[in-house]
């Protein structure tokens, strides 16, 4: 099974390191607010796994950072190995919850839902996705799962990333490869700064659908549905009517979009050893440049080191593992793809799902679907969450206490973190639950322009992440993962950045459909300023002596 192993020590101060899945598999949004309720609407892989030598050196082994076990020894025969596997499901399965089915949830109130026209339509097409073999493997998912518990326990580090809002038209070989090519570039960077395995989820491959505050708008003073993503209904006026053939669309969507990444990876595009796959112009001040410039150079000599001494021959440095992940929220597409394995239910149609801040409401039909299936889940937290709503919360979708089941995925904004995080890591801590925290320092700083433009500002968000790395440490605890909305091209969504972005610049190239994202640029950037925290707060001397490192950096950046 390939999982992220342990480590001793934190990876905040470098201490030993350990293992991280390879090979490909694969694997998000929401606002606050709440609408009215509606009623319900009617492969796995081979892994190579990474080794560490267990140093807390300047400079991470290369073993660690290429991914490579080639020279770890076999310590287990194969049927011991079977054995620890078999004991090891048999100590975490889930239990499916007396009464739970995965239509249990129709019998429940449910948010975010689309109203067909006719019920026909959508019988048919929830029996064609049924119909239909699964996107991923339930062993895939039960690593994921695995490797979130390891975060979790501070082993490895969470990076989640993709669109706000998938659209059918991004399934393209450009923007599937810049996506592919900015989440590998992200991970390997904070790889080096962390030196810590990284769990790499992708927002890809079934984020279509969004919540929305009001189910309809006015546009051009008509009324009309609003625009629930792809898989309910167009953008254009004319196709604003919700249409269930877009359900079946958004299946083979995804397949295609997951089938060209497994596909890329397998090919090696994962291998980022090349110094023209490193673009650094947009950086303009110079001091950041060669800071980026400096760190590239070190990761890519330890990087080619491998190759010169036979490390690269098992193509460790050129496959990874990657996980797909989306928002669940139509409830009557996921039920479709969820099948009857071994005593347990698994969504089929992606790795990881996460409900958003508008439906985790205990009594409702989307946190009865969570709580039955075997999938790790994510759920989004808010200021709105009461502390004991969340324990609650936690023990209604998780009450096996399965390691790696529940992650959560803050999103406060920068000027309301320090007034909700700390007592909901008490409350947590408080019940002795244990689970990963992510920190979504996105969906709490979105603002509008005068012009109604929505966008959200580097800083802000550079500032709720530094401030969700100094909370969780003065809780004797670390920050588990981050989690963006990001897209690889470049777009001019949100200001600031080593590219200077601006107000006047968004309508340049503004093309989200819902919010905003970090271009290609400024999620490099990103990385750079998370993987330099990671190594001031592990080397000796610290350039900057503020407990807000990070919000340091970006002023720097700047």
Same mark, same amino acid.
């Given at each position: 099974m390939?999982?992220?192993a ?8 470098g201490s030993?390191?350990d293992?991280? !899945?390879?090979r490909i598999?694969m694997q998000g949004?929401?606002?606050s607010?709440? /609408?009215p309720?509606?009623?319900?609407s009617?492969?796995s892989?081979?892994s ?8 807390a050196e300047a400079t ?11 020279l770890?020894?076999?310590r ?17 399965q889930q239990r499916v919850p007396?009464?739970? !089915?995965p239509a249990?949830? $129709? ?13 026909s ?13 699964p996107?991923v493997?339930w062993?895939?998912?039960d690593?994921?799962?695995k490797?979130l518990?390891?975060?979790?326990e501070g082993?490895?580090?969470?990076m ?7 659209l059918?038209q991004?399934?393209?070989?450009t923007q599937?490869?810049? $996506? ?7 991970s ?10 990284i769990?790499?989820i ?6 279509y ?7 309809t708008?006015?546009v051009?003073g $008509?009324t009309?549905p609003?625009?629930?993503?792809d ?9 604003r009517?919700?249409?269930?053939d ?9 397949a ?13 595009f994962?291998?980022?050893?090349h ?10 001040? /110079? ?5 980026y410039?400096d760190?590239?150079?070190r990761m890519l000599?330890?990087l ?7 490390a690269a ?5 050129e496959?990874?593992d990657?996980?797909?992940?989306? /928002?669940?929220l139509?409830l009557?597409?996921e ?13 089929v149609?992606?790795?990881f799902l996460?409900i958003g ?6 009594d ?6 969570f709580?039955?299936i ?7 937290v ?6 004991n709503?969340?324990?609650e919360?936690?023990?209604?979708l ?6 790696g089941?529940?992650?959560?995925i803050?999103r406060y ?7 909700s995080?700390p007592?909901?890591?008490a409350?947590?801590q408080a019940?002795g ?6 920190c979504?320092?996105?969906h709490?700083?979105t603002?509008?322009?005068?012009s109604?433009l929505?966008?959200r500002?580097?800083? $802000?968000?550079?500032?709720e992440?530094?401030l969700?790395?100094?909370?969780h ?11 963006f909305e990001l897209?690889g091209d !470049?777009v001019?969504?949100?200001t600031g950045?080593?590219?200077n972005?601006?107000?006047?610049d968004l309508s ?5 459909f819902c ?5 290609y640029?400024?999620?490099l950037d990103?990385a750079?300023?998370i993987?330099?925290?990671f190594?001031?707060?592990r080397g000796?001397i ?6 807000n490192?990070l919000?340091?950096?970006?002023? /720097?950046a700047?």
């Amino acid at each position: 099974m390939a999982s992220g192993a342990k480590r001793e020590g934190d990876p905040l101060t470098g201490s030993a390191s350990d293992a991280s !899945t390879k090979r490909i598999r694969m694997q998000g949004d929401d606002s606050s607010n709440n /609408e009215p309720t509606n009623g319900s609407s009617s492969s796995s892989s081979s892994s190579s796994i990474i080794s560490s030598l267990g140093r807390a050196e300047a400079t991470p082994s290369v073993y660690e950072l290429a991914g490579h076990r080639a020279l770890q020894p076999n310590r287990h025969s194969h049927r011991q190995h079977q054995q620890q596997q078999q004991a090891d499901q048999q100590q975490q399965q889930q239990r499916v919850p007396d009464g739970w !089915t995965p239509a249990s949830w $129709k019998s429940m109130p449910v948010k975010q839902q689309p109203t067909y026209s006719d019920p026909s339509q959508v019988d048919t097409a929830l029996g064609r996705l049924r119909s239909l073999p699964p996107l991923v493997h339930w062993g895939e998912i039960d690593r994921l799962r695995k490797s979130l518990a390891d975060a979790a326990e501070g082993n490895c580090f969470v990076m989640q990333g993709g669109d706000c809002a998938e659209l059918f038209q991004y399934c393209n070989q450009t923007q599937i490869e810049n $996506k592919l090519k900015i989440l590998l570039q992200m991970s390997l960077v904070l790889t080096w700064g962390a030196r810590t395995p990284i769990v790499r989820i992708a927002r890809i491959a079934g984020q279509y659908g969004k919540p929305r505050s009001s189910p309809t708008e006015v546009v051009d003073g $008509k009324t009309v549905p609003s625009f629930r993503g792809d898989n309910v209904n167009g953008f254009e006026l004319s196709e604003r009517e919700a249409n269930p053939d877009r359900l079946v669309q958004a299946y083979f969507h995804s397949a295609a979009t997951l089938n060209y990444v497994r596909a890329l990876v397998s090919g090696g595009f994962a291998d980022l050893r090349h110094p023209d796959n490193w673009t650094l112009e947009h950086v303009r001040l /110079e001091s950041t440049r060669r800071m980026y410039e400096d760190m590239v150079g070190r990761m890519l000599d330890a990087l080619h080191f491998t190759k010169t001494i036979g490390a690269a021959e098992s193509h460790g440095l050129e496959t990874v593992d990657l996980f797909v992940s989306h /928002e669940g929220l139509l409830l009557d597409y996921e039920s479709a793809l969820t099948i009857p394995v071994n005593n347990q239910f698994y969504n089929v149609g992606t790795h990881f799902l996460w409900i958003g801040d508008r439906t985790r409401q205990l009594d409702h039909g989307h946190v009865e679907y969570f709580r039955g299936i075997s999938n790790p889940i994510g759920v989004k937290v808010g200021p709105s969450t009461q502390p004991n709503e969340l324990v609650e919360l936690i023990r209604t979708l998780n009450p096996c206490e399965i390691p790696g089941k529940v992650s959560l995925i803050t999103r406060y904004g920068c000027d309301k973190i320090q007034s909700s995080l700390p007592a909901h890591i008490a409350a947590v801590q408080a019940a002795g639950i244990k689970v990963a925290w992510i920190c979504d320092p996105m969906h709490g700083n979105t603002e509008s322009t005068a012009s109604g433009l929505k966008t959200r500002n580097f800083d $802000k968000i550079l500032k709720e992440l530094s401030l969700a790395f100094e909370i969780h440490q003065q809780h004797g605890r670390q920050l588990n993962g981050v989690h963006f909305e990001l897209t690889g091209d !470049t777009v001019t969504e949100c200001t600031g950045g080593s590219v200077n972005l601006v107000e006047e610049d968004l309508s340049r190239n503004y093309q989200s459909f819902c919010d905003p994202r970090l271009n290609y640029e400024q999620s490099l950037d990103m990385a750079f300023l998370i993987a330099d925290f990671f190594q001031r707060r592990r080397g000796p001397i610290s350039r900057v002596s503020s407990s807000n490192d990070l919000a340091a950096l970006a002023r /720097e950046a700047s």
